[in-house]
């Protein structure tokens, strides 16, 4: 069966800092894995989504993240964070076709002024 | 392009109340979804549609039902509510592109809900 883990349940980072949030999934060939982003009161928005080709995947915001299958993760990356990256992050992951889609519990991201 | 909208967007029951939640897009999707989100425990799929007319159960089906009688809108019906599904609901919808990859699910803005 398929299962992502985010194993940071809350980060806190200064603004202007770097950032990664980890992103582990258990699936047996090629996932679809996706990173969404829920700010406080709001649905979640796609961050980015990696189907195959390049393992170094941009989105928006300035976010980036990397499949390495050997470790089977997707980790989601910023240069630097500002106050509005502030939010709740999402990993997912579903095969191909996959009608649905599984969900990581989520890592919640404090920024410091 | 409204995407997808969600009615009501709080509402409190008491315990044994029945209620429907609505949730509508408008961009000609063939596959919907609702989700409940708990502190925690992320998102965790409670049923879906892959069509006008068809429903399965996801994750946590109990207590709750479905119906898609038209394309655009996916009822989720509580019937007699319990604290336990006190939560915050999502809706979202993505096409269907058969033979090709999974494509992204759009969310709604969310219900929440409390039940007393």
């Known amino acids: 069966a398929q299962s992502v883990t985010q194993p940071d349940i809350h980060i806190t980072v200064s603004e202007g800092a770097s950032l990664e949030l980890r992103c582990n999934y258990s699936?047996?060939?090629?996932?679809?894995l996706f990173w969404y982003v829920q700010s406080p009161g709001q649905g979640l928005q796609l961050l980015l989504k990696?189907?195959?080709?390049?393992?170094l995947v941009q989105g928006i915001k300035g976010f980036e993240a990397e499949f390495k299958r050997s470790q089977s993760s997707f980790n989601l990356r910023k240069p630097s964070v500002h106050w509005s990256d502030a939010a709740e992050y999402f990993c997912?992951?579903?095969?191909?076709?996959?009608?649905?889609?599984?969900f990581g519990q989520g890592t919640r991201l404090t920024i410091n002024p | 392009n409204a995407g997808v909208t969600q009615t009501p967007k709080f509402r409190v029951l008491k315990t044994g109340q029945s209620m429907t939640l609505l949730c509508a897009q408008d961009?000609?999707?063939?596959?919907m979804y609702w989700y409940r989100q708990d502190p925690g425990m992320g998102l965790r799929l409670i049923h879906y549609?892959?069509?006008?007319?068809?429903?399965a159960k996801g994750e946590v089906p109990d207590g709750y039902n479905v119906s898609r009688l038209k394309k655009q809108n996916f009822l989720l019906g509580l019937e007699s509510a319990a604290p336990s599904q006190t939560s915050v609901y999502f809706c979202?919808?993505?096409?269907?592109?058969?033979?090709?990859?999974?494509?992204?699910?759009?969310f709604g803005p969310g219900t929440r809900l409390l039940v007393l």
């Open positions: 979202a919808s993505r096409s269907l592109q058969a033979g090709g990859p999974v494509e992204t699910q759009y």
């Open positions: 699936y047996g060939a090629t996932p679809y």
């Open positions: 990696y189907f195959s080709g390049d393992t």
């Open positions: 997912a992951v579903g095969p191909q076709g996959a009608q649905k889609l599984v």
């Open positions: 961009m000609n999707h063939e596959y």
């Open positions: 549609s892959v069509g006008e007319g068809t429903t």
